[in-house]
Each structure stands twice: as C-alpha cells, then as structure tokens.
C-alpha cells in the first residue's frame, strides 16, 4: 500500500528532491511551499500527487495542509519537516529579530507542524501509526562559527524531537526521527542565505558573505543522494532516532564523540563529587 507523505519546502534542495524519489518509489507526495503554484514535479496524477500553501508560521496554513491532504488521501503516514533556512553571521552582527525568525521557522514552526502531525497520526489514521522525520543538520550537533542563531534552532529542534521520542506510547506506532545532513550542494549556502544586518566593526576579520559564497557549490554533498537517504531512513522498518548523512557530517559526528568522551572522562572526579553526603 503506498504511503502518504507531506513534505514541507519543497520548492528546492532536500525537499524537492525527495518528492522526486517519493514519487518514483510508487508513494503519493504531499508537497508543501509557501507558493505551490511554482512547483513542477514529473509523473503526478491526482492520485499520487497534491501540491498546498504552506507557511510553517502560521498555525491555520499548517490545519489547511493537513485538513487537505487527509480530504483527499484520508490519512498522513510520513510527515518530512524540511522547511527552513540558514542566517550567517556573527553573533553580534544578528539582531535579535533576525534571531527570533530564524527560531520561528526552524523551531516553533516544525514543533506546530510536529504537533498536527502527531494529533493525525494517532486519531485519524487508522490503524494509527506514521513517522515524523526532522531535517536539523550537523549543526544540530556542533557549534560553527557565525551561525549561532541557526546552529541554536536546529540544538533545539535535536533536544524537543529526542524528548517527544520518550513520550510516546508504543502502540500508537508513531516514530520521530532527525537527520543531520551535512554539507550538500542546495540552495542553503547560496541564494536561501540570509546575513547578520548589524554592522560591528570589531569583527572585520570575518566576512560571512565571502565564507559563504566560496563554500556555496562545492560541498561534498549530492542532494538527490540525500534525499533517496532521507527516504530510506524514513521507511524503515525499525528507523533511528537520529542518523547524520554526508562524509563530512559522518566525520564531524566522530569527532564529537571522541572529544565528549575525553572530557567527561577528564573531569570525571569533579562531575562526581557533589553528591549528598550519606
């Protein structure tokens, strides 16, 4: 039987590239943007194929989407949550309501569409049951120069969806995941990139714009690879709760791990020593 998914940002990248391989797997894709009327797949019927409106922000596009999708395909089995965007800069160079709209979309809008998702799975599909896959990144996991701001929606994202995970009652058969793609050649790096709008002399030695468009293209990554290990992971039959893809994210994730074990282990008496006394 083929599964429904609803994708959110398909109109490049991850997101559009998935629909693709949803698609030509046989499934019947949902694809979401804020403008659907520019998107343009191959091979879609009105049987396996719905284009929506969608702006994570705003909690009645999100109730539309769903609302539709379900009028149409009467359940939801694979909710993809790739909408988002990346902010650079240094810190000081973000102002605040660039930061609080970078955590809007990357964050509160994937927990709104995260909690529709969760709602359907459990009460209106039947029997119950589907996965919730998260698109963070690898700086869900490490900290990066001049992406503070985004580097903390996606820490967030990684946080809210592990805890969400030990939530879950075992017969509703409903399973988050995150995957933390690395670099891959998308529109991220280059016309998606938004910049700190707060001019601060004192950090002249960085131009985030001239990181980016150097790194922009020549990223490891092939994102229609991505995507067909995004849908892999997404139908597995016992899927992680987490799996990085790209050699660089695979790389950068062992060295975490390495430095986090040294130094749990380096300070392991002071970590141990404030206990109560018995």
Same mark, same amino acid.
């Given at each position: 039987?083929?599964r429904v998914f609803?994708?959110t %940002?398909?109109s490049?990248?991850f997101?559009? &590239?998935?629909?693709?391989?949803? #698609?030509?797997?046989?499934?019947?894709?949902?694809?979401? +943007?804020?403008?659907?009327?520019k998107?343009?797949?191959?091979?879609?019927?009105?049987d396996?194929?719905?284009?929506?409106d969608?702006d994570v922000?705003?909690?009645?596009?999100?109730? /539309?989407?769903?609302?539709? +999708?379900?009028? !149409?395909f009467?359940?939801?089995?694979?909710?993809?949550?790739?909408?988002?965007?990346?902010?650079?800069?240094?810190?000081e160079?973000?102002? &605040?309501?660039?930061?609080?709209?970078?955590?809007?979309?990357?964050?509160?809008?994937?927990?709104?569409?995260?909690?529709k998702?969760?709602?359907?799975?459990?009460e209106?599909?039947?029997?119950?049951?589907? #996965?919730?896959?998260?698109? =963070?990144?690898?700086? @869900?996991?490490?900290?990066?120069? =001049?992406y503070?701001?985004?580097?903390?929606s996606?820490?967030?994202?990684?946080?809210?969806?592990?805890?969400?995970?030990?939530?879950?009652?075992?017969?509703?058969?409903?399973?988050?995941?995150?995957?933390?793609?690395? %670099?891959?050649? =998308?529109?991220w790096?280059?016309?998606?990139?938004?910049f700190g709008?707060?001019?601060?002399?004192?950090?002249?030695?960085?131009?985030?714009?001239?990181?980016? !468009? /150097?790194?922009? %293209?020549?990223?490891?990554?092939d994102?229609?690879?991505? /995507?067909q290990?995004?849908?892999e992971?997404a139908t597995?039959?016992d899927?992680?709760?987490?799996?990085?893809? @790209?050699?660089?994210?695979?790389?950068?994730?062992?060295?975490?791990l390495?430095t986090?074990?040294? &130094?749990?282990?380096?300070? &392991?008496?002071?970590?141990?020593s404030t206990?109560?006394d018995e």
């Amino acid at each position: 039987m083929p599964r429904v998914f609803l994708v959110t %940002g398909t109109s490049t990248g991850f997101g559009n &590239e998935l629909v693709k391989k949803v #698609l030509a797997a046989g499934d019947i894709a949902v694809a979401t +943007a804020r403008d659907s009327s520019k998107l343009h797949f191959e091979h879609t019927t009105p049987d396996n194929y719905l284009a929506l409106d969608l702006d994570v922000t705003k909690q009645d596009a999100i109730d /539309a989407a769903f609302s539709k +999708a379900l009028s !149409k395909f009467k359940r939801v089995d694979v909710v993809v949550n790739n909408a988002g965007y990346g902010l650079s800069g240094p810190f000081e160079t973000l102002s &605040e309501a660039q930061i609080r709209t970078q955590m809007e979309v990357n964050f509160f809008g994937l927990l709104n569409v995260t909690r529709k998702a969760l709602e359907v799975m459990r009460e209106v599909n039947s029997p119950p049951g589907g #996965l919730i896959q998260q698109v =963070t990144s690898i700086g @869900g996991q490490f900290g990066y120069p =001049t992406y503070a701001g985004y580097c903390a929606s996606k820490w967030a994202v990684e946080g809210a969806t592990e805890a969400i995970s030990k939530e879950l009652k075992p017969e509703w058969n409903i399973h988050v995941q995150l995957v933390e793609p690395g %670099g891959f050649r =998308t529109d991220w790096a280059g016309r998606s990139m938004q910049f700190g709008e707060v001019d601060h002399k004192a950090y002249d030695h960085i131009d985030a714009r001239k990181n980016a !468009k /150097a790194r922009n %293209g020549t990223q490891a990554g092939d994102p229609a690879k991505g /995507a067909q290990a995004m849908y892999e992971l997404a139908t597995m039959k016992d899927p992680p709760l987490r799996c990085v893809i @790209g050699t660089d994210a695979y790389k950068q994730m062992h060295v975490k791990l390495d430095t986090y074990a040294k &130094e749990v282990k380096k300070y &392991e008496a002071l970590s141990n020593s404030t206990d109560v006394d018995e």
